[in-house]
Antibody
């Protein structure tokens, strides 16, 4: 059974880069088709799709964040990473990674517990 | 972007009630529609995928229907553990988009 664990600094200063890692256990990102999405949720608000990485080399980003986002995979560590540049208070949220194994990114069946990121000086 | 609109935004109901939540897409998304349940402080949990397929381990009192632009999530007999917020999500195209959520509260 695949499990995900997000990690990263809980506090980031404005204008800096937010860097998060999603560690995948019970499954491999080194083979087969998979999709890893990053989702965020400001406190008390809805869910926003940040983007996705699939098959360790392909990415799609939300146009609203595209200029600031990069995603990557480290297959040797079974980890996926999210970098969000030039953060502001509006980027304060719980950040989730999700995982789906399969040829089509049809749904998000595995979620990490989420990690809270606060942007503040 | 495909806008997803849920109704109602909040709903009060009693244990044993039948509840229906609606999700409308801004354009046709075939059956690329998923439903999630989220409890406070927890990650969302997949309930229904492809509009009407029940995720493994999800109780059969949950069901989904619809295609094109109009979809529904039905809980046939509310249980205490069902009080939560529900989100729909389209996976037809990127950017993936979610409904704003429906908060189901105890009456």
């Amino acid at each position: 059974q695949v499990q995900l664990q997000e990690s990263g600094p809980g506090l980031v200063k404005p204008s800096q880069t937010l860097s998060l890692t999603c560690t995948v256990s019970g499954g491999s990102i080194n083979s087969g088709s998979y999709y890893c999405n990053w989702i965020r949720q400001p406190a008390g608000k809805g869910l926003e799709w940040i983007g996705r990485m699939y098959n360790s080399e392909n990415t799609n980003y939300n146009p609203s964040l595209r200029s600031r986002v990069t995603m990557s995979a480290d297959t040797s560590k079974n980890q996926l990473s999210l970098n969000l540049m030039s953060v502001t208070a509006a980027d304060t949220a719980v950040y989730y990674c999700t995982y789906h194994a399969g040829p089509v990114d049809q749904y998000m069946d595995v979620w990490g517990k989420g990690t809270t990121v606060t942007v503040s000086s | 972007d495909i806008q997803m609109t849920q109704s109602p935004s909040s709903l009060s109901a009693s244990v044993g009630d039948r509840v229906t939540i609606t999700c409308r897409a801004g354009q046709s998304i075939s059956t690329f529609l998923n439903w999630y349940q989220q409890k406070p402080g927890k990650a969302p949990k997949l309930l229904i995928y492809a509009a009407s397929s029940l995720q493994s381990g999800v109780p059969s009192r949950f069901s989904g229907s619809g295609s094109g632009t109009d979809f529904t999530l039905t809980i046939s007999s509310l249980q205490p553990e069902d009080f939560a917020t529900y989100f729909c999500q389209q996976s037809y195209t990127t950017p993936v988009t979610f409904g704003q959520g429906t908060k189901l509260e105890i009456k």
